[in-house]
């Protein structure tokens, strides 16, 4: 099924620890995006890529890195994890046409001890 | 800054009933869209429905619609015949020319049987 697939869905790590979550999506959009989720907010951009090769912060980058693999992947890298990202972590893509609609990955909560 | 304000952090309305969600927006822009999104229980973010704002009809999905009013910088989501599927938290969203999503802190909405 056409979409955004990101893993895992679920990770214990402890404080220090890296790991890197993985996202992809097989609609050809240019454009591709990591969030986070925390109770009681809305969505918090940490990264973006406008296109292949092209990679910008967002309101929340600290603490992370981005690789865009190739126009399907999208990877967000924690080279250092904290207990303060501790979080829900969604992946979206944006086609183009000017619709500003995004498609997202069902998420992938992480927990950071 | 742009930013948006979900006013209601929880509603609650009798299944077959008709709730409506409050959702207000600042921003300087002319051009922009606006979004309404869910999030059930599975995590995974769906739109609903979604709005340009150069388009002075409200736009409408089946049993969603939406009042938007441009003056007043509201966007309002109007469940018409409440299902219990419909339970889940609601995101209002903006973005403009700059492609970056802004979104409330969610309403989190519970059908009564």
């Known amino acids: 099924n056409a979409g955004v697939t990101q893993t895992p869905k679920f990770q214990v790590l402890k404080t220090g620890q890296s790991m890197t979550l993985q996202c992809a999506q097989d609609?050809?959009?240019?454009?591709m995006y990591w969030y986070r989720q925390d109770p009681g907010m809305g969505l918090r951009l940490i990264y973006y890529s406008a296109s292949e090769g092209t990679t910008d912060k967002g309101e929340v980058p600290n603490g992370y890195n981005v690789s865009r693999l190739n126009k399907r992947e999208f990877s967000l890298r924690l080279e250092s994890a904290a207990p303060s990202q501790t979080s829900v972590y969604f992946c979206?893509?944006?086609?183009?046409?000017?619709?500003?609609?995004?498609?997202f990955g069902a998420g992938s909560r992480l927990t950071v001890l | 800054a742009q930013t948006v304000t979900q006013s209601q952090p929880e509603m609650s309305v009798q299944e077959a009933e008709t709730v409506t969600l409050s959702c207000t927006y600042d921003?300087?822009?002319?051009?922009?869209?606006l979004f309404w999104y869910k999030q059930p229980p599975s995590r995974q973010m769906i739109l609903v429905i979604r709005q340009e704002a150069y388009k002075q009809q409200n736009a409408t999905e089946n049993r969603f619609s939406v009042n938007f009013q441009k003056a007043a910088k509201s966007f309002s989501l109007k469940i018409s015949d409440s299902q219990l599927g419909d339970a889940a938290m609601y995101f209002c969203a903006y973005t403009d020319s700059n492609y970056q999503l802004i979104w409330g802190a969610g309403t989190k909405l519970i059908i009564k049987p």
């Open positions: 609609m050809n959009h240019n454009s």
């Open positions: 921003t300087s822009e002319s051009d922009y869209y």
């Open positions: 979206a893509s944006r086609g183009g046409g000017g619709a500003n609609v995004l498609t």
